[in-house]
């Protein structure tokens, strides 16, 4: 039986960008298991509520319900032990990893789309991603964004360290894609979905980094509906 | 026989305050190993010649000649399996975080300190240390390190992901210090034994996590001399 995955949603339905989710996503095909995703609003708050979760990725296996995408990670590499490991160098590094893709990465990057986001969303949801939104950045979602084709040149600086390993790996996990890939591939997929501004150059190793994420498990990243 | 271990030192041969030498003195103490650490200067090119390298740290091991901290953990823990392992989370994910400490959190620090470390120095290396530096910044050591009161503030917020993790495990390494802590800890260590200037807030969580690797191995690095 599929594992079922609520995932964020655009007015398209099939438009899914959650960074969290594509991290869920990822991970669920690495560990080869068939997902049956279910779109889901921001403002969908009824449909998760069995959850106790307010928010997605949520994910149901069979009679285990898994929300938080670290969690649902931790989840599927203890309830999945033949298959490949999501975790082959362990968690704690790899939590450190997550929390500079969140705190750095994806926080930079939600300075440079957040109105866009906007953009691809269902009507319904705009209201409130723009109350939330703009009570967290105390302006508007258009002045967030403006500047940013100066403001990129120093967001990109923050994949150094991305930079500096590829030249002696191919993957964030070494010789193979972990966990620790999938979380930094999740936080661009974010930007790739919602954005057409351009975040990497094309020249840049971790744009080719990226590619060879998007390139995994048939394309499933690749083939993602963006706007 | 004890490892032999050039460090780079200051006026006071004692100073000892390379973060890279550093990160190399906890990974011996990890292993267990002795260490009879030779004081050494930048101008002291001859000394360590017969590495073929010009910089510290530069270790001999029996007739083993190994450079470079990165190189040297990976030495350990190739030839001393049976002793604590410094990679329990693997290499992959270690590298970032080695990568990550390099270039934001120590190329940060350089910026606030880099006229402290100036004035440790032994006379015959501050010529060298002041031409290569000011080439590197384009700019007097004394211009670098101006304003830094206000820009420590911005520095300090690096440490981020640290301060995450460090929220559901004790160490980088997660139940117990593994590379992953001796590498920032070095970096730490290199400001802590150069500078009075406070990088660190006292009630930061990274400041309890630095005091416990201070802590370790009899205080290793609690009872090393600063300026």
Chains 1, 2 share one sequence.
């Not at 949520?58 to 490991?85: C, F, N, R």
């Not at 967001?155 to 991305?162: A, G």
């Amino acid at each position: 039986m599929a594992v079922k995955l609520y995932e964020l949603a655009g007015a398209n339905p099939d438009l899914r960008f959650s960074p969290y989710c594509w991290r869920t996503r990822f991970a669920l095909a690495h560990k080869g298991l068939a997902v049956d995703g279910v779109a889901w609003r921001f403002t969908d708050k009824a449909a998760i509520a069995f959850s106790g979760q307010t928010k997605v990725p949520v994910m149901v296996d069979g009679d285990q319900t898994v929300s938080d995408s670290w969690a649902i990670a931790e989840y599927l590499e203890h309830t999945y032990p033949d298959k490949p490991a999501l975790f082959p160098n362990g968690r704690a590094h790899a939590r450190f990893i997550n929390a500079w893709a969140d705190g750095v990465a994806q926080a930079g990057i939600g300075r440079l789309i957040v109105s866009d986001v906007h953009d691809v969303l269902a009507e319904k949801d705009q209201a409130y991603f723009t109350a939330t939104r703009e009570a967290f950045f105390g302006q508007k979602l258009t002045e967030v964004t403006a500047g940013r084709e100066t403001r990129v040149l120093e967001w990109r600086r923050c994949l150094q360290p991305l930079r500096t390993i590829l030249r002696t790996q191919p993957w964030i996990g070494g010789e193979s894609p972990d966990y620790g890939d999938y979380i930094l591939a999740g936080t661009l997929q974010w930007a790739r979905c919602t954005s057409r501004f351009e975040l990497l150059e094309s020249n840049d190793a971790a744009s080719a980094w990226f590619a060879r994420v998007l390139d995994l498990f048939d394309g499933l990243g690749r083939r993602a509906v963006t706007v």
